[in-house]
């Protein structure tokens, strides 16, 4: 199986600051035929399912804010959010979507600081 | 869009079957593929399998000699079936989709049905 592993496990941002978080899988999940990068990454509200926020490793699902990017590929990517909210206190997961099992990373929880 | 919607038992035997099933409603079940997916506090989100309206599965290894999914065409509803259950498998149960003609992300989930193995 791959393993995705983020980093790190939480971090606290302060309102209107960015936050980064970290996803490394254990193979590379770059497909060179197209040139698609198979990670997606996902928020999970608390009470709430998770919901879809890019795919392709930087492909904004319709309706995410632009504050919400992706960035990598490979094994290593990034989920960047600028302009921190409240809403966006969640943990977020990135899962890899290139080989069955499609895996999902451990979670960041992001607070509020 | 599809609508997702778990049910069944909210405890189950150590040793027993734990058997979910998921409503769909909204569009036709044709157009899509099913998943289930799992969260526990030891494990996070874990992907349990995936299920096509022509039967095609797709099983974690780790749980294949355990698990059945099925697709009821007619009742517009996905099923699930892991047998011989322990501890480790108390978690919540979120049954997923993904438009047929898209990548194997996670489009939609259900809201969940929270299941407790325990005697």
């Known amino acids: 199986d791959i393993v995705m592993t983020q980093s790190p496990d939480s971090l606290a941002v302060s309102l209107g600051e960015t936050a980064t978080i970290n996803c490394k899988a254990s193979?590379?999940?770059?497909?060179?035929?197209?040139?698609?990068?198979?990670l997606a990454w996902y928020q999970q509200k608390a009470g709430q399912p998770p919901k879809l926020l890019l795919h392709?490793?930087?492909t904004r699902e319709f309706g995410v804010p632009d504050r919400f990017s992706g960035s990598g590929s490979g094994t290593d990517f990034t989920l960047t959010i600028s302009s921190l909210q409240v809403g966006d206190v969640a943990v977020y997961f990135c899962?890899?979507?290139?080989?069955?099992?499609?895996?999902f990373g451990q979670g960041t929880r992001l607070e509020v600081k | 869009q599809v609508q997702l919607h778990e049910s069944g038992p909210e405890v189950v035997a150590p040793s027993g079957t734990l058997s979910l099933t998921c409503a769909v409603s909204g569009d036709s079940i044709n157009n899509y593929f099913f998943f289930w997916i799992r969260r526990s506090a030891g494990k996070g989100l874990e992907w349990i399998g995936r299920v096509y309206v022509t039967g095609s599965t797709d099983y974690n290894p780790s749980l294949e000699s355990r698990v059945t999914m099925s697709v009821d065409t007619p009742m517009n509803q996905i099923s699930l079936n892991l047998r011989s259950v322990t501890a480790a498998d108390t978690a919540l149960y979120y049954c997923a989709a993904t438009r047929a003609n898209t990548e194997m992300v996670i489009e939609y989930w259900g809201q969940g049905s929270r299941v407790t193995v325990s005697s």
């Open positions: 193979q590379s999940l770059f497909y060179s035929s197209n040139g698609k990068n198979y």
């Open positions: 899962q890899q979507y290139f080989f069955s099992p499609y895996t």
């Open positions: 392709g490793a930087s």
